[in-house]
């Protein structure tokens, strides 16, 4: 699988990663604005009858497209939580043992237990490992005597689009995370 191209709006905004063949199509209507990547694929085409030349395209690796319908409408949007985006945010971390697991050895664990009011949430959930998990049962963690190692925290968009794709370019990881916060836990991994 070959990774795929960030797609920016015209403001610079990221939209969403679309493949290869995808971005061909919006270089071949011309609704690309401007492209910044410097990464390149390149693509071939059919061959011309009267030339013999084959048409080629050379998508870069970061493009904005033009359009309404790649017009950030919500962008302080919360990204959708999944097991997937919530582990990738704890990199792969149990927040009681400080362990790192791989992902089918991880549960999504609730601070606040679900039975005493505690929310599918990104401010509530955290990855556990199976034994941490079931050690701290139906309790908080304070109940359980059990520390929590790391903060949870709401993934902004630059962020989201980190942690949905596991094949980001340099040139990708480089413009994303410029939109990171400081803060954030995306730094001490690069």
Same mark, same amino acid.
């Given at each position: 699988?070959?990774?795929?191209?960030?797609a920016?709006? $015209?403001?610079?905004?990221?939209?969403?990663?679309?493949?290869?063949?995808?971005?061909?199509?919006? *270089?071949?209507?011309?609704?690309?604005?401007?492209?910044?990547?410097?990464? +390149? @694929? %390149?693509?071939?085409?059919?061959?011309?009858?009267?030339?013999?030349v084959?048409s080629?395209i =050379?998508a870069?690796?970061?493009?904005?497209?033009?359009?309404?319908? &790649?017009m %950030?409408?919500? &962008?302080?949007?919360? !990204?959708?939580?999944?097991?997937?985006?919530? $582990?990738?945010?704890?990199? *792969?971390?149990?927040? *009681?043992?400080?362990?790192? &697991?791989?992902?089918?050895?991880?549960?999504? +664990?609730?601070?606040? !237990?679900?039975?005493?009011?505690? +929310?599918?949430?990104?401010?509530n959930? %955290?990855?556990? =490992?199976?034994?941490c998990?079931?050690?701290?049962?139906?309790?908080?963690?304070?109940?359980?005597?059990?520390?929590?190692h *790391?903060?949870?925290y709401v993934?902004?968009?630059?962020?989201? &689009?980190?942690?949905?794709?596991?094949?980001?370019?340099?040139?990708?990881?480089? @413009?994303?995370?410029?939109?990171?916060?400081?803060?954030?836990?995306?730094?001490l991994?690069?």
């Amino acid at each position: 699988m070959s990774p795929h191209i960030l797609a920016l709006d $015209v403001a610079g905004a990221p939209h969403r990663w679309i493949n290869v063949r995808s971005a061909a199509h919006y *270089y071949a209507t011309d609704m690309i604005a401007w492209a910044i990547g410097t990464n +390149e @694929f %390149v693509l071939h085409g059919g061959t011309q009858r009267s030339t013999g030349v084959q048409s080629t395209i =050379c998508a870069s690796s970061i493009i904005a497209i033009k359009g309404k319908d &790649f017009m %950030v409408r919500h &962008f302080n949007q919360v !990204p959708t939580l999944t097991k997937e985006m919530l $582990v990738a945010r704890d990199r *792969y971390t149990c927040a *009681y043992c400080a362990q790192r &697991f791989r992902f089918d050895q991880l549960d999504m +664990e609730h601070i606040v !237990p679900s039975s005493k009011g505690g +929310e599918d949430s990104w401010m509530n959930l %955290v990855t556990a =490992c199976k034994a941490c998990n079931n050690r701290k049962a139906d309790r908080t963690p304070e109940t359980a005597n059990m520390k929590l190692h *790391y903060v949870p925290y709401v993934p902004n968009r630059y962020e989201a &689009f980190i942690l949905s794709n596991r094949k980001i370019l340099a040139d990708q990881m480089e @413009f994303l995370l410029q939109g990171v916060p400081k803060n954030s836990r995306m730094h001490l991994a690069t």
